[in-house]
C-alpha cells in the first residue's frame, strides 16, 4: 500500500521535475530538476525491486553525467540571448506536436500491452543473479559497449588534441 | 534487244549518273559527247521501234521491265507501253531533246558548271520518258514528280542569285497542288477498277457497264493535275518567272516537252473523257481563258523570253480547248507541231541574247536582221509558224483546232469559237510584234552591246535551221490520221460541215490581219504603238501587271499562311506550347527545388521537430495498418 | 502508469530539444528522453520478470555515460569558436 504511495508519489516528482526542465531560465537550474528526476527515477527502480538498476542510476547518473553537465555549466556561463528569450521560434509547433504524440502513443499503448505475468520477481534482479545473467547470456554486448567505451576515450583524446591545437 | 523500251529510258538516266558523279572531273568534251549522245541514241532506238510499230499494224508494244510490289490480289509494275501516241510523244521528246542538247554545247559553253546542267538535262530526259512510256499511272506519276524536280534544278540553275533560286521554288509548289488533285483523281481510279494500267483504265471505260466511279469527278482531279503542270490558269503563274532558267532549258521544258505532260495525260485518258461531258466542258473553257488570257498579257511584255512564255500558255490553252472538244488527236497534232516552232523561237531568243551578250529587254533591241541573219531567217519561220501563216506547220494543227472547237459536237459552239479566233489573232500581232521590234527598225541598243553583236557559233545555228525546217513542214504529216484508231476525231453536225471551208479563209485572214496590225503600229518607228499605249494608260497597266494575279495569290494565300505560321504555329504552338511546356517543367522543378531547399536551414530546432513529425507520422501508419 | 510516465518523460524530453534554445539545456533534455527510455524499459522487465529490459538499461547507461563524455566537451569548443551558447547561432550548415 504505501509502495503504491510512493511509487505514484516519485512518478509524480519525475513528471513535476521533467515539466519545470522545460520551463526555468538558468540552465544550472534545468540541471538541478533533471538530477531530480533522475533521483526520482531511481526511487521508482527500487520500489519495483530492480536494485542493481536503481543503484547504478544514481551512480552513473547523477554522479557522473550529472556532475560533467554542472561542471560544464559552471565554466560556460554565458549570458547571451538563449537565457533572455528561453524558447525557439518554433514553440507552439513543438507543443502541438508533441500532444499529438503523447495522444497517439496513448492510443496505441492503450489498445495493445502486454498482461503483467504477475510472476514473482524474487532474486532475480539481485546484484549476484544479476551480474551472474549479464555475463553469462549478454557477455557480447557487454563486450561490444566495453569497445564503445574505448572509442569514447580516444574521441575524448582527440578532442583534447583539437582544444590544445586551437589555444595554440 | 529484248527490252527497247526500258533501254530508251535507261540510256538518259546513265547519262546522267555517269555527268553527274565523274563529269567535272572528265572534262567538257566528255560532258558533251554522254550528254548528247546517249540522247541521240535513245531517239534511234525509238526510231527502230517505231518502225516495228508500222509493221505489226498498230499493235501495242508492251515492255514489263520490273516488278515493283505484290499487294494482295493486284500488282504493281515497272512497265512501258508503246503505241501511236506514245511514239509521237517518245520522238518528239528524244528528237527535239537531242536537238537542244546539241544547242546547249555551244550555249553553255562558258559556264562553270557544264557538267552539272548536262546531267539534269538527262535527269530530266530520264524521267520525262518514264513520264511518256509507263504503262501504268504509276510510273506516269513517277515521271510526274520527276520532271518538276528536274524542272526545279534546272530553273534555279543559277541558284547563287536568290530570284532565280525563288522561281525554281514557285515552279515545284505550284507543280505540287496539281499533283495532289492528280493523286485524288488516281486513288479513285484505283478504289474502282483495281488497277493503274492506263490501257485497262481506258477499255474498262469503253466498255459497258460503265466503272462505279464518276468519270467527270476523276476527270477534272486529273485535269488539275495537268493543269498545274501545263500551266492553266489558276496555276499558270510559275511559267513566267521559270525563263529564269538557262534558254535551251526554257525551250525544252517550257515550250517542247515537260508542259505538254498536261497534254499528253488527258489524250491518253481520253476513255474517261469521252463519258465526261462536264469535265470536258471544264477543260475546254478553261483553255479558251488561259488561252486568251495569257495572250494579252504577252501583247505588252518587253521580256523576249517572257513573250515566249507567255505565247506557250496561250498555245497549251489552245490545246486544252482541243481535248474539251474530243479533238485529241488535234491536241497531240498542235502539241507535235509547237513543239518545233516553239523550240525554234526560244532558242533563237537564245541566239539573240547569245549575240547581245545577255540583253533581254526588246526594247533594246532593233536592226538586227542584218547583223545576225541565221538567226534571224529561222526566227521569222518559226513566227510565220505560230502565227498560222500557211503552209507553215501552225497553220494546219491550228486550224483544225478552230474547226472543232466550233463544230464539235461534244462541245464545240460559236463562242469557243470567238474566243479561240480572238486569241489567234493576238497570237499573231504579238508575235510579229516581238519579230519587228527586236530585228528591224533603228537599232536601240547600248553602244557596248552594240560592239559585242555576233553570229551564233555552227552548233546553234544549225540546230535552229535544222526546227525552222521541222516548223515549215512539219504539218504536212497527217498526225491525226495516224492517231486516228487510237483517238478517233468527234463527231461533226452535218448542218455546220459547210462552215469548214469558210472558216479555213478566216483563220488565214486572222494570221495576216496580225501581222498588218503589227507591222503598222511597230514598222516605222513604234511611235504609234507609243500613242496607243498612252491613249489606254490602264488597261496597259493592267495587262503589265499581269492582272496581278501573283499578288492576289500572294494577298489571299500567301499572307495568311504566313500569318498561321507565324502567330499559332511559331507563336503559339512552338514557342508557348512546347518550349513553354518545356520551359515550365524546368521552372517547375527550379521552384519546388527552391521552396524544399528552405527545409535545410541548419536550424537543429527544426531538425527535432521534423523527427517528431517522422515518428507521429510512422506510428499513425503502423498502427492503421494493424 | 508507469508506461505513461515514460511516455510523457519521452515526449517531454523531445519537446525541450525543439523548443529551448541553449545548448547545454538541449543535451540536458536529451538525457531526460533517455531517462523516459529507461523506466519504460525497467517496468517491462518487471512486469515480465524478465532480465533483458534490466541489461539493456544497464548498457544504456554505458551509452549515455560515453555520449555526454564527448557531446559536452564539442559544445565546448563550439562555444569557444562562436562565444554564444545559442543554438541560432550554430546554423552554418545551411542550404
Same mark, same amino acid.
Given at each position: 500500500?504505501?509502495?503504491?504511495?510512493?511509487?505514484?508519489?516519485?512518478?509524480?516528482?519525475?513528471?513535476?521535475?521533467?515539466?519545470?526542465?522545460?520551463?526555468?531560465?538558468?540552465?544550472?537550474?534545468?540541471?538541478?530538476?533533471?538530477?531530480?528526476?533522475?533521483?526520482?527515477?531511481?526511487?521508482?527502480?527500487?520500489?519495483?525491486?530492480?536494485?542493481?538498476?536503481?543503484?547504478?542510476?544514481?551512480?552513473?547518473?547523477?554522479?557522473?553525467?550529472?556532475?560533467?553537465?554542472?561542471?560544464?555549466?559552471?565554466?560556460?556561463?554565458?549570458?547571451?540571448?538563449?537565457?533572455?528569450?528561453?524558447?525557439?521560434?518554433?514553440?507552439?509547433?513543438?507543443?502541438?506536436?508533441?500532444?499529438?504524440?503523447?495522444?497517439?502513443?496513448?492510443?496505441?499503448?492503450?489498445?495493445?500491452?502486454?498482461?503483467?505475468?504477475?510472476?514473482?520477481?524474487?532474486?532475480?534482479?539481485?546484484?549476484?543473479?544479476?551480474?551472474?545473467?549479464?555475463?553469462?547470456?549478454?557477455?557480447?554486448?557487454?563486450?561490444?559497449?566495453?569497445?564503445?567505451?574505448?572509442?569514447?576515450?580516444?574521441?575524448?583524446?582527440?578532442?583534447?588534441?583539437?582544444?590544445?591545437?586551437?589555444?595554440? | 534487244?529484248?527490252?527497247?523500251?526500258?533501254?530508251?529510258?535507261?540510256?538518259?538516266?546513265?547519262?546522267?549518273?555517269?555527268?553527274?558523279?565523274?563529269?567535272?572531273?572528265?572534262?567538257?568534251?566528255?560532258?558533251?559527247?554522254?550528254?548528247?549522245?546517249?540522247?541521240?541514241?535513245?531517239?534511234?532506238?525509238?526510231?527502230?521501234?517505231?518502225?516495228?510499230?508500222?509493221?505489226?499494224?498498230?499493235?501495242?508494244?508492251?515492255?514489263?521491265?520490273?516488278?515493283?510490289?505484290?499487294?494482295?490480289?493486284?500488282?504493281?509494275?515497272?512497265?512501258?507501253?508503246?503505241?501511236?501516241?506514245?511514239?509521237?510523244?517518245?520522238?518528239?521528246?528524244?528528237?527535239?531533246?537531242?536537238?537542244?542538247?546539241?544547242?546547249?554545247?555551244?550555249?553553255?559553253?562558258?559556264?562553270?558548271?557544264?557538267?552539272?546542267?548536262?546531267?539534269?538535262?538527262?535527269?530530266?530526259?530520264?524521267?520525262?520518258?518514264?513520264?511518256?512510256?509507263?504503262?501504268?499511272?504509276?510510273?506516269?506519276?513517277?515521271?510526274?514528280?520527276?520532271?518538276?524536280?528536274?524542272?526545279?534544278?534546272?530553273?534555279?540553275?543559277?541558284?547563287?542569285?536568290?530570284?532565280?533560286?525563288?522561281?525554281?521554288?514557285?515552279?515545284?509548289?505550284?507543280?505540287?497542288?496539281?499533283?495532289?488533285?492528280?493523286?485524288?483523281?488516281?486513288?479513285?481510279?484505283?478504289?474502282?477498277?483495281?488497277?493503274?494500267?492506263?490501257?485497262? &483504265?481506258? =477499255? %474498262?471505260? /469503253?466498255? $459497258?457497264?460503265?466503272?462505279?466511279?464518276? #468519270?467527270?469527278?476523276? @476527270? *477534272?482531279? +486529273?485535269?488539275?493535275?495537268?493543269?498545274?503542270?501545263?500551266?492553266?490558269?489558276?496555276?499558270?503563274?510559275?511559267?513566267?518567272?521559270?525563263?529564269?532558267?538557262?534558254?535551251?532549258?526554257?525551250?525544252? &521544258?517550257? =515550250? %517542247?516537252? /515537260?508542259? $505538254?505532260?498536261?497534254?499528253?495525260?488527258? #489524250?491518253?485518258?481520253? @476513255? *474517261?473523257? +469521252?463519258?465526261?461531258?462536264?469535265?470536258?466542258?471544264?477543260?475546254?473553257?478553261?483553255?479558251?481563258?488561259?488561252?486568251?488570257?495569257?495572250?494579252?498579257?504577252?501583247?505588252?511584255?518587253?521580256?523576249?523570253?517572257?513573250?515566249?512564255?507567255?505565247? $506557250?500558255?496561250?498555245?497549251?490553252?489552245?490545246?486544252?480547248?482541243?481535248?474539251?472538244?474530243?479533238?485529241?488527236?488535234?491536241?497531240?497534232?498542235?502539241?507535235?507541231?509547237?513543239?518545233?516552232?516553239?523550240?525554234?523561237?526560244?532558242?533563237?531568243?537564245?541566239?539573240?541574247?547569245?549575240?547581245?551578250?545577255?540583253?533581254?529587254?526588246?526594247?533594246?533591241?532593233?536592226?538586227?536582221?542584218?547583223?545576225?541573219?541565221?538567226?534571224?531567217?529561222?526566227?521569222?519561220?518559226?513566227?510565220?509558224?505560230?502565227?498560222?501563216?500557211?503552209?507553215?506547220?501552225?497553220?494546219?494543227?491550228?486550224?483544225?483546232?478552230?474547226?472543232?472547237?466550233?463544230?464539235?459536237?461534244?462541245?464545240?459552239?460559236?463562242?469557243?469559237?470567238?474566243?479561240?479566233?480572238?486569241?489567234?489573232?493576238?497570237?499573231?500581232?504579238?508575235?510579229?510584234?516581238?519579230?519587228?521590234?527586236?530585228?528591224?527598225?533603228?537599232?536601240?541598243?547600248?553602244?557596248?552591246?552594240?560592239?559585242?553583236?555576233?553570229?551564233?557559233?555552227?552548233?546553234?545555228?544549225?540546230?535552229?535551221?535544222?526546227?525552222?525546217?521541222?516548223?515549215?513542214?512539219?504539218?504536212?504529216?497527217?498526225?491525226?490520221?495516224?492517231?486516228?484508231?487510237?483517238?478517233?476525231?468527234?463527231?461533226?453536225?452535218?448542218?455546220?460541215?459547210?462552215?469548214?471551208?469558210?472558216?479555213?479563209?478566216?483563220?488565214?485572214?486572222?494570221?495576216?490581219?496580225?501581222?498588218?496590225?503589227?507591222?503598222?503600229?511597230?514598222?516605222?518607228?513604234?511611235?504609234?504603238?507609243?500613242?496607243?499605249?498612252?491613249?489606254?494608260?490602264?488597261?496597259?497597266?493592267?495587262?503589265?501587271?499581269?492582272?496581278?494575279?501573283?499578288?492576289?495569290?500572294?494577298?489571299?494565300?500567301?499572307?495568311?499562311?504566313?500569318?498561321?505560321?507565324?502567330?499559332?504555329?511559331?507563336?503559339?504552338?512552338?514557342?508557348?506550347?512546347?518550349?513553354?511546356?518545356?520551359?515550365?517543367?524546368?521552372?517547375?522543378?527550379?521552384?519546388?527545388?527552391?521552396?524544399?531547399?528552405?527545409?535545410?536551414?541548419?536550424?537543429?530546432?527544426?531538425?527535432?521537430?521534423?523527427?517528431?513529425?517522422?515518428?507521429?507520422?510512422?506510428?499513425?501508419?503502423?498502427?492503421?495498418?494493424? | 502508469?508507469?508506461?505513461?510516465?515514460?511516455?510523457?518523460?519521452?515526449?517531454?524530453?523531445?519537446?525541450?530539444?525543439?523548443?529551448?534554445?541553449?545548448?547545454?539545456?538541449?543535451?540536458?533534455?536529451?538525457?531526460?528522453?533517455?531517462?523516459?527510455?529507461?523506466?519504460?524499459?525497467?517496468?517491462?522487465?518487471?512486469?515480465?520478470?524478465?532480465?533483458?529490459?534490466?541489461?539493456?538499461?544497464?548498457?544504456?547507461?554505458?551509452?549515455?555515460?560515453?555520449?555526454?563524455?564527448?557531446?559536452?566537451?564539442?559544445?565546448?569548443?563550439?562555444?569557444?569558436?562562436?562565444?554564444?551558447?545559442?543554438?541560432?547561432?550554430?546554423?552554418?550548415?545551411?542550404?
Amino acid at each position: 500500500m504505501i509502495e503504491t504511495v510512493l511509487l505514484w508519489l516519485f512518478a509524480a516528482t519525475a513528471l513535476l521535475a521533467a515539466v519545470l526542465m522545460l520551463v526555468l531560465r538558468h540552465p544550472m537550474r534545468v540541471a538541478l530538476a533533471l538530477t531530480a528526476t533522475m533521483l526520482s527515477l531511481a526511487g521508482v527502480y527500487a520500489l519495483l525491486g530492480v536494485h542493481v538498476i536503481a543503484v547504478f542510476q544514481v551512480l552513473i547518473y547523477v554522479g557522473a553525467v550529472m556532475v560533467f553537465m554542472v561542471y560544464a555549466i559552471m565554466l560556460l556561463d554565458v549570458r547571451d540571448r538563449s537565457f533572455t528569450r528561453r524558447f525557439s521560434r518554433l514553440l507552439l509547433p513543438g507543443i502541438a506536436a508533441a500532444l499529438l504524440f503523447l495522444a497517439i502513443l496513448a492510443h496505441g499503448l492503450w489498445r495493445a500491452l502486454p498482461e503483467p505475468s504477475g510472476a514473482a520477481v524474487g532474486t532475480l534482479f539481485a546484484l549476484r543473479h544479476f551480474s551472474a545473467e549479464f555475463l553469462n547470456e549478454y557477455w557480447l554486448h557487454f563486450e561490444l559497449v566495453s569497445v564503445l567505451l574505448v572509442a569514447a576515450v580516444v574521441a575524448a583524446l582527440a578532442v583534447l588534441e583539437v582544444g590544445r591545437r586551437h589555444r595554440g | 534487244m529484248s527490252h527497247p523500251l526500258a533501254v530508251i529510258v535507261l540510256l538518259p538516266l546513265a547519262g546522267f549518273l555517269l555527268n553527274g558523279l565523274a563529269g567535272n572531273r572528265l572534262g567538257a568534251r566528255f560532258v558533251s559527247a554522254i550528254g548528247c549522245g546517249l540522247p541521240i541514241l535513245a531517239f534511234l532506238v525509238t526510231v527502230k521501234c517505231f518502225l516495228g510499230l508500222q509493221a505489226a499494224g498498230g499493235a501495242p508494244l508492251i515492255d514489263i521491265a520490273y516488278t515493283w510490289a505484290v499487294v494482295g490480289g493486284s500488282s504493281f509494275e515497272v512497265a512501258f507501253y508503246f503505241d501511236a501516241l506514245s511514239a509521237v510523244m517518245v520522238l518528239i521528246v528524244t528528237g527535239v531533246g537531242s536537238l537542244i542538247h546539241v544547242y546547249s554545247i555551244g550555249y553553255m559553253k562558258d559556264d562553270a558548271s557544264y557538267a552539272r546542267y548536262f546531267s539534269y538535262l538527262n535527269l530530266f530526259l530520264f524521267f520525262m520518258l518514264l513520264l511518256v512510256l509507263g504503262r501504268s499511272l504509276l510510273v506516269l506519276f513517277v515521271g510526274w514528280e520527276g520532271v518538276g524536280l528536274a524542272s526545279y534544278l534546272l530553273i534555279g540553275f543559277w541558284f547563287e542569285d536568290p530570284d532565280k533560286a525563288r522561281a525554281g521554288k514557285k515552279a515545284f509548289i505550284t507543280n505540287r497542288i496539281g499533283d495532289a488533285g492528280f493523286l485524288l483523281g488516281m486513288f479513285l481510279l484505283y478504289t474502282a477498277l483495281g488497277t493503274l494500267d492506263m490501257d485497262r &483504265i481506258n =477499255a %474498262a471505260f /469503253m466498255a $459497258t457497264p460503265l466503272p462505279a466511279v464518276s #468519270a467527270s469527278l476523276v @476527270g *477534272i482531279l +486529273l485535269f488539275i493535275g495537268a493543269s498545274g503542270k501545263s500551266a492553266q490558269i489558276p496555276l499558270h503563274v510559275w511559267l513566267p518567272d521559270a525563263m529564269a532558267g538557262p534558254t535551251p532549258v526554257s525551250a525544252l &521544258i517550257h =515550250a %517542247a516537252t /515537260m508542259v $505538254t505532260a498536261g497534254v499528253y495525260l488527258v #489524250a491518253r485518258m481520253s @476513255g *474517261i473523257y +469521252l463519258h465526261a461531258p462536264e469535265a470536258s466542258a471544264i477543260i475546254a473553257a478553261i483553255g479558251a481563258l488561259t488561252a486568251f488570257f495569257a495572250a494579252t498579257i504577252a501583247v505588252v511584255q518587253t521580256d523576249i523570253k517572257k513573250v515566249l512564255a507567255y505565247s $506557250t500558255i496561250s498555245q497549251l490553252g489552245f490545246m486544252f480547248v482541243a481535248l474539251g472538244v474530243g479533238a485529241y488527236s488535234v491536241a497531240i497534232f498542235h502539241l507535235y507541231t509547237h513543239a518545233f516552232f516553239k523550240a525554234c523561237l526560244f532558242l533563237g531568243a537564245g541566239s539573240v541574247i547569245h549575240a547581245l551578250g545577255g540583253e533581254q529587254d526588246i526594247r533594246k533591241m532593233g536592226g538586227l536582221a542584218r547583223r545576225i541573219p541565221v538567226t534571224f531567217a529561222t526566227f521569222t519561220v518559226a513566227t510565220a509558224a505560230i502565227a498560222g501563216i500557211p503552209p507553215l506547220a501552225g497553220f494546219f494543227s491550228k486550224d483544225e483546232i478552230l474547226w472543232f472547237a466550233f463544230a464539235s459536237s461534244s462541245g464545240g459552239s460559236p463562242l469557243l469559237f470567238a474566243v479561240a479566233a480572238t486569241t489567234a489573232l493576238l497570237t499573231a500581232f504579238y508575235m510579229f510584234r516581238l519579230l519587228w521590234l527586236t530585228f528591224f527598225g533603228r537599232s536601240r541598243m547600248t553602244p557596248e552591246t552594240e560592239h559585242h553583236v555576233h553570229e551564233s557559233p555552227a552548233s546553234m545555228t544549225g540546230i535552229l535551221i535544222a526546227l525552222a525546217i521541222l516548223s515549215a513542214i512539219g504539218g504536212f504529216l497527217p498526225l491525226p490520221h495516224f492517231l486516228g484508231s487510237l483517238l478517233p476525231l468527234p463527231e461533226i453536225a452535218p448542218a455546220l460541215e459547210h462552215f469548214e471551208t469558210p472558216l479555213m479563209v478566216v483563220s488565214i485572214g486572222l494570221a495576216f490581219a496580225g501581222l498588218a496590225a503589227a507591222a503598222y503600229l511597230f514598222g516605222g518607228d513604234a511611235d504609234r504603238a507609243e500613242r496607243l499605249r498612252r491613249r489606254f494608260p490602264t488597261l496597259h497597266r493592267v495587262l503589265s501587271g499581269k492582272y496581278y494575279v501573283d499578288e492576289a495569290y500572294d494577298w489571299l494565300i500567301g499572307r495568311p499562311l504566313y500569318w498561321i505560321s507565324d502567330r499559332v504555329f511559331l507563336r503559339l504552338g512552338d514557342q508557348k506550347l512546347f518550349d513553354g511546356s518545356l520551359h515550365g517543367l524546368a521552372a517547375l522543378g527550379r521552384r519546388s527545388a527552391g521552396g524544399l531547399s528552405r527545409v535545410q536551414n541548419g536550424n537543429l530546432h527544426l531538425y527535432a521537430l521534423l523527427v517528431l513529425v517522422g515518428i507521429i507520422a510512422s506510428l499513425a501508419w503502423s498502427w492503421r495498418h494493424g | 502508469m508507469l508506461i505513461a510516465t515514460s511516455a510523457a518523460l519521452f515526449a517531454l524530453g523531445l519537446l525541450g530539444v525543439i523548443v529551448r534554445r541553449n545548448v547545454l539545456v538541449m543535451l540536458m533534455c536529451m538525457e531526460l528522453m533517455l531517462n523516459g527510455v529507461n523506466l519504460s524499459l525497467v517496468t517491462f522487465a518487471q512486469q515480465t520478470a524478465t532480465a533483458a529490459g534490466a541489461v539493456l538499461v544497464f548498457l544504456i547507461f554505458v551509452v549515455a555515460a560515453a555520449e555526454i563524455a564527448i557531446a559536452i566537451p564539442i559544445v565546448l569548443l563550439l562555444v569557444r569558436r562562436k562565444g554564444v551558447l545559442d543554438l541560432d547561432a550554430y546554423a552554418d550548415l545551411k542550404g
